[in-house]
């Protein structure tokens, strides 16, 4: 790296710091508020609410960064614009590809840290967060229910489940249908797991179907038995709601493939989920750049108007991402169009920029 990228690269960090760390201490002061009444006003452990405290501000925090990458790219190059540093490098010979290097780089690392952030961070830090709030806070365990869940047993079995607590990991309001080689239907009002996928259904009653033409026999049993409903306790975990947020790349990659090959629940919602929270670290990237771009169009406005635009830039972004993810989860979008549509129009701002700034 020659001397004036290394200049210039270092010049990004100070500003980006700053607006993370700043707007990061606007951002905290709500859970700050929310934690001092729990210490106060329901005496609550100091150690407890410190602990709930630490881990909220990770999932509000990533949001910041875009804003900080566009911030640090337009004030570092709005101030060399206006000292005339850039008139000076670029009269050295140095071409706008070379002085968009550093932001290169210093956008590729940030987007790293997010990536890092958004699946090692902030999972672990948002179950901590419920945990304590559960357990330590509130001290009430809330019903967790799944209501009308289908499950695709096998080929010639279904399964339809009313209920799912999935904290007690009862069934409740059962109907298993077999196609195979009779059809049949088993109803119960209750089933609870025994172990491995043996479940003891309550007082079940069964309808076979002997073949065309011929009535349904019912049967009402008065004892529980036991039926294998291939589905053991960690299979209910994926029925559980939880947001792209709680989870890692990983899980969400695996609750697709699960609910896949049950082939019962469309994984729409899950796939734009997916290629959102993919799409999302390069955003810093664009950002960088962008903001980098407008600085050298325009030496104009300080701190605060760096930080205006920054926050504009920013809420356009999350608009449309918020226009084409409901879009893409009800089918009207292909996944990875939903999840990247915003990505996709702040690079061709980007290039357009870039052009203005190239033909300038």
């Known amino acids: 790296m ?10 990004l960090w100070g500003p980006f710091l700053f607006g993370l760390v700043g707007t990061t201490l606007i951002i905290a002061l709500d859970p700050l508020q929310k934690a001092l009444e729990y210490y106060f006003n329901n005496q609550v452990d100091g150690f407890v609410v410190w602990s709930w405290f630490i881990n ?6 990533l949001f910041i960064f875009p804003t900080s990458s566009m911030l ?13 540093e850039l008139v000076a490098i670029q009269a050295g010979g140095i071409g706008l590809i070379s002085i968009l290097k550093p932001v290169f780089l210093f956008g ?28 330590k806070i509130r001290q009430y365990e809330e019903p967790k229910i799944r209501n009308d869940v289908v499950m695709r047993l096998s080929s010639d079995r279904l399964l339809f489940i009313g209920e799912i607590d999935l904290l007690t990991k009862e069934l ?44 349904r026999v019912i049967n009402q049993l008065s004892e529980d038995i036991l039926y294998d409903l291939d589905l053991q306790e960690r299979d209910l975990e994926n029925y559980e709601e939880k947001r792209s947020q709680e989870m890692s790349y990983r899980e969400i990659l695996d609750l697709i493939d699960y609910h896949q090959e049950r082939a019962v629940i469309s994984t729409l919602p899950l796939q734009v989920d997916f290629y959102n929270k993919l799409a999302f670290p390069f955003a810093v990237l664009l950002f960088s750049v962008l903001g980098a771009l407008m600085g050298i169009s325009s030496h104009r ?60």
């Not at 020659?2 to 270092?10: A, D, P, S, V, W």
């Not at 987007?111 to 709030?133: E, G, H, N």
């Open 2 to 11: 020659k001397k004036i990228e290394r200049y210039i690269f270092f010049r």
């Open 56 to 61: 909220s501000i990770p999932k509000d925090m």
């Open 72 to 84: 640090a790219g337009l004030l570092v190059f709005s101030q060399l614009s206006r000292d005339s």
């Open 108 to 135: 590729i690392l940030v987007l790293l840290s997010v990536f890092y952030i958004q699946d090692k961070v902030i999972p672990p830090a948002l179950k901590i967060r419920t945990d304590l709030f559960r357990t």
């Open 172 to 215: 409740r309001k059962i109907v298993v249908k077999e196609y195979l080689p009779l059809q049949r239907w088993i109803v119960s009002s209750n089933a609870v797991l025994q172990k491995n996928s043996q479940w003891k259904l309550t007082a079940p009653m069964i309808s076979i179907w002997p073949g065309a033409n011929q009535e």
């Open 301 to 360: 406005g300080g701190g605060f108007v760096g930080f205006g635009i920054s926050l504009v830039f920013s809420f356009l972004y999350f608009f449309v991402m918020g226009l084409a993810m409901p879009i893409g989860k009800n089918g009207f979008l292909h996944p990875f169009i939903a999840g990247w549509t915003q990505n996709i129009l702040f690079l061709a701002v980007c290039i357009f920029t870039f052009w203005r700034v190239w033909k300038r």
